[in-house]
């Protein structure tokens, strides 16, 4: 699944106007935990937007499913991009 849209719904290339909609399709409809690497490229986290995902990483990397992460926010920072490096360090 290959989609970009740029959020609060400005542009998107496919079916989804909003970032929640276009990652719940990406990682709850079309991935099957434990196949594969899911990719996620970023500029910044909300940490209370990503917790209702963290189950379904657990399981996707505990049935040997692997995950990238890639932030552009800074980790000195004390924004929830902080927090979120922290916890996806916590879960290798």
């Excluded at 935990?33 to 917790?51: C, D, L, M, Q, R």
């Excluded at 990397?61 to 922290?86: M, N």
């Amino acid at each position: 699944m290959n989609e970009f849209c740029l959020h609060p719904n400005v542009y998107a290339t496919g079916p989804h106007n909003g970032l929640l909609k276009m990652l719940e399709s990406a990682w709850v409809r079309h991935i099957k935990p434990g196949e594969g690497t899911i990719y996620i490229i970023s500029a910044f986290s909300n940490y209370n937007g990503g917790v209702r995902f963290y189950d379904l990483f657990r399981e996707h990397t505990d049935k040997g499913g692997k995950i990238e992460v890639y932030f552009a926010g800074s980790t000195a920072q004390k924004l929830s991009s902080k927090e979120v490096v922290r916890d996806c360090q916590l879960l290798k």
